[in-house]
């Protein structure tokens, strides 16, 4: 415990004396005296224990989570149902406690447990690959966009739909800054990319098109016509995915994605108040040597017996640096276990059913919100679980309204998209019952006051 003891004045002259100093003004005396703080510091007086746990309940008290109101927000983060077998696996201590497996022999739970991690991943994509997992969706895009470039060989533009989550882009943005290729947002004006856009917009140096089904604004975008028309100038196609809509959807290896990526948190892992989450990335087969971070692989031991290895750790600390695929650190492990657990506990059935259950509530919230005078759906075309609708005027009043009356009501998309000033997306995942959808609507009305 003395790691959580602060320092005696013993300990500090023990210290002292060690280095050779007096003092500890004396210490720092190399530190200018305009650079030194020269008055206490501005924190409040150190409480007792009974009366720190008193003042960080009462501040508990003052933060929302999803389960506080009835959750409708999405945007890339949803109130999916985890069952309870989530947590007793992955609150397990030789997994919730387990370190990077550079050790083999050492880490036999932990190899295993990502091996089936990357078959679950390979079944739900109908990829040849996935790797050990990522941060999160956001940088797995841009892992995908480096492995694009080395297998290309090319550094002209990276093609993306303005219909790709904009925080997304905005960290493709961040890593191709000082890189050679060039970020080009095509727009979608009908809240879906045209493939007649993407086949005008490519050329022999496109590195990638990228899209995302269902898209920022709930919307199912036409992935094999997008992906053809980036494929016939010899691009790679980049698919963001999200997982539970597999259970219905085709797979990203069905319309012909060569890499695929999506957000894993619906996938058993909670919504954290915004993370830490967990990046999904699968590809073909004859790419393998280029996915970022670990693969793991099965084989046999000296006796026989099953085991699992480190196939592949194109990693910087791994490697020569001009070899390494990634700087990535570490995956996302316990968050990509929770994944498998979901997936091993739900089934193909279970997803399945999922799944409907979105798609079946989402459009009756759908239909029940336009229902209400001024209210409309914003783009036309097929949406899964989520979808966006206009307003009559600001959604930020109405939004606020909705809160004080206890819902969660949706994402206000003007922060992202100034055009789409009144437009409001809105989230319907499994969870949600009749009488909360018919709650929001009854509260809509009650905000808009017809």
């Not at 989530?86 to 609150?91: I, N, P, R, S, Y």
């Not at 961040?174 to 290729?181: I, R």
């Not at 996915?291 to 600390?317: A, S, Y």
Request: net charge neutral; proline share 6%; aromatic share 8%.
């Amino acid at each position: 415990m003395n790691a959580y003891i602060l320092n005696t004045e013993t300990d500090v002259a023990e210290m002292l004396e060690s280095v050779g100093e007096p003092t500890l003004d004396s210490l720092f005396k190399s530190i200018p005296s305009e650079l030194r703080l020269k008055r206490r510091l501005n924190v409040p007086e150190a409480m007792t224990e009974p009366e720190l746990e008193r003042h960080i309940h009462a501040l508990t008290r003052k933060t929302e989570s999803p389960a506080s109101k009835v959750c409708f927000l999405g945007g890339g983060a949803y109130d999916h149902f985890i069952p309870a077998v989530v947590d007793v696996v992955a609150g397990r201590s030789e997994f919730y406690t387990a370190y990077t497996p550079y050790q083999a022999e050492a880490s036999q739970g932990t190899l295993q447990a990502i091996f089936e991690y990357q078959t679950l991943m390979c079944q739900l994509t109908g990829m040849d690959v996935a790797n050990a997992s990522l941060y999160e969706a956001g940088s797995g895009a841009a892992e995908a966009v480096l492995m694009a470039m080395s297998i290309s060989g090319r550094t002209g533009d990276v093609l993306v739909a303005e219909s790709v989550h904009p925080e997304y882009r905005a960290v493709l943005a961040t890593y191709l800054e000082n890189l050679p290729a060039k970020l080009v947002t095509i727009p979608c004006p009908n809240g879906t990319l045209d493939p007649a856009a993407v086949a005008a917009a490519v050329n022999d140096k496109t590195i990638a098109v990228i899209a995302q089904s269902p898209n920022f604004f709930g919307t199912l975008e036409a992935m094999a016509e997008i992906g053809a028309a980036g494929k016939a100038a010899g691009a790679l196609f980049i698919s963001l995915f999200d997982p539970i809509s597999l259970g219905l959807m085709r797979k990203p290896a069905e319309y012909g994605a060569d890499i695929a990526v999506g957000e894993g948190q619906g996938l058993g892992n909670p919504l954290h108040f915004g993370g830490p989450y967990l990046g999904i990335l699968a590809c073909r087969s004859e790419f393998a040597r280029k996915i970022p971070g670990r693969l793991v692989g099965e084989t046999t031991d000296k006796n026989g017996r099953r085991c699992w290895v480190l196939t592949l750790q194109t990693r910087e600390q791994h490697i020569r640096r001009e070899k390494a695929t990634s700087n990535i650190c570490t995956n996302q492990g316990l968050f990509a276990l929770r994944a498998a657990v979901y997936l091993a506990a739900v089934g193909p059935e279970g997803l399945k059913e999922t799944a409907e259950l979105c798609l079946r509530k989402a459009h009756y919230a759908a239909a029940e919100l336009t229902k209400i005078p001024g209210v409309s759906l914003t783009f036309p075309g097929h949406f899964f679980k989520e979808f966006t609708v206009t307003l009559p005027s600001d959604p930020t009043p109405i939004l606020a309204k909705l809160n004080a009356a206890g819902y969660h009501a949706g994402l206000a998309t003007s922060r992202w998209y100034p055009k789409l000033k009144n437009a409001v997306t809105i989230a319907v995942t499994e969870k949600r019952t009749r009488g909360e959808i018919d709650g929001l609507a009854a509260a809509l009305r009650n905000a808009l006051g017809v």
